[in-house]
Every structure is written in structure tokens, then in C-alpha cells.
Antibody
């Protein structure tokens, strides 16, 4: 069964870049049937889609975050990554990596990792 | 402000039925498949319903989904205390070219 695991720093300073990696296990990252996602959930708030990347490196970003987001994929390591630049306290959240098929139904989620933006 | 609109909370007694609404527009729910997610406290969301009304693997038939026009509904029958969670609707918005969610509905089983 496919599993996703987020990794990265739990604390990031304001104005710096948040970098997270998601490792795929129990299945292939090289598939045209799925897209690989990043989402986040600020404390006490709802879900926000950050963006998606496919195995070829094509990306789709949330327009509200597009100027600060970069996503990439490393098929040799079975990983995909998120960079969010110029972070502020508003970027403090639990960050989830996930997967969805052709239609936007997120069928596999990582456990999530908490990222706090603070000096 | 979420693109999709859900009631902040709903409640019902054990054994009863509850519905959760999700309202959108022609750029999202009106022309896209809708999915529903359950998020237990401290856990990642879990897919319940996809493509409007299909139950994900392992989801009991107490959970159902429907869509009409630009609105979707999640139904839960035979409520159990273990159903207490936050529930989210989600879909793709063709105008925004983005995944969008409702603000979430907290279900309390009294």
C-alpha cells in the first residue's frame, strides 16, 4: 500500500524559505495516473491546496501562493518537494503531502508535519 | 474565506442521520466531481466520497454523497460517537485552476 512521509525543518525564520520533502513508499512515483500534492492547514483552520506536480515535473500552483511556491520531483529518490519563499507567521501550519488521480480526489495523505514560522 | 461554503457545525444524537451541505458555483461544483473528507482530531484527512457519490475503499454505506447543480451533500446515517470529526468537501475550480475546499463542518454526536 502506497505511503507518503513528509520531512523537513519544524521551525523556519520569517523571510526565509520553507523546504519540505515527501518520500513515496510502497508504490511508484512514475505514473501518469496520479498527481502529487502539497496542502496545508493552519492551526484551527481548514485545508488549503498549495499545488501539484506530476512525475514529469509539470506543476500547478494555487494562484494565491504562486509567486512564492516551487514544487519539484526527483523520481530516482521517489521524492517530491515544496519550497515556499519569504515566509511569515501566516505560513505556520501542518503541511501534508498527498496524491490524487485524474480528478481532484485526494486518496492518499501523509501524516502531516508541523511547520512554525518564528524568529 | 473558502471558495466552497459549508455550515460550521452540525449535531445529532447517536443512531440519527445528519446531512452536511457544500455550496459552490458553476466553475467548481457545477462542472467538477466533488469529494468529501473526514478529519479526526490530530489526524490527516481521509477520503470518504469521491466523484460525487462513490464510497472510498473501506467506507461503510452509512456514508453517502450526492450533487445537484452547484451544491453537494454528505449524508451520514446511524451516527456513532466515532463519527465526531471535521468534514470537508473539495473539488477542482476550472476558473481558478486550483483545488478548492469548504471551510469544514464540525460534527458533534450528542
Amino acid at each position: 500500500q502506497l505511503q507518503l512521509q513528509e520531512s523537513g525543518p519544524g521551525l523556519v525564520k520569517p523571510s526565509e524559505t520553507l523546504s519540505l520533502t515527501c518520500t513515496v513508499s510502497g508504490g511508484s512515483i512514475i505514473t501518469s495516473d496520479y498527481y502529487w500534492d502539497w496542502l496545508r492547514q493552519p492551526p484551527g483552520k481548514g485545508l488549503e491546496w498549495i499545488g501539484s506536480v506530476d512525475h514529469s515535473g509539470n506543476t500547478w500552483y494555487n494562484p494565491s501562493l504562486k509567486s512564492r511556491v516551487t514544487m519539484s520531483v526527483d523520481t530516482s529518490k521517489k521524492q517530491f518537494s515544496l519550497n515556499l519563499s519569504s515566509v511569515t507567521a501566516a505560513d505556520t501550519a501542518v503541511y501534508f503531502c498527498a496524491r490524487h488521480p485524474l480528478y481532484f480526489n485526494i486518496d492518499v495523505w501523509g501524516r502531516g508535519t508541523t511547520v512554525t514560522v518564528s524568529s | 474565506q473558502s471558495v466552497l461554503t459549508q455550515p460550521p457545525s452540525v449535531s445529532a444524537a447517536p443512531g440519527e442521520k445528519v446531512t452536511i451541505s457544500c455550496s459552490g458555483s458553476s466553475s467548481n461544483i457545477g462542472n467538477q466531481w466533488v469529494s468529501w473528507y473526514q478529519q479526526l482530531p490530530g489526524a490527516a484527512p481521509k477520503l470518504l466520497i469521491y466523484e460525487n457519490n462513490k464510497r472510498a475503499s473501506g467506507i461503510p454505506d452509512r456514508f453517502s454523497g450526492s450533487k445537484s447543480g452547484t451544491s453537494a451533500t454528505l449524508g451520514i446515517t446511524g451516527l456513532q460517537t466515532g463519527d465526531e470529526a471535521d468534514y470537508y468537501c473539495g473539488t477542482w475550480d476550472g476558473s481558478l485552476t486550483a483545488g478548492v475546499f469548504g471551510g469544514g463542518t464540525k460534527l458533534t454526536v450528542l
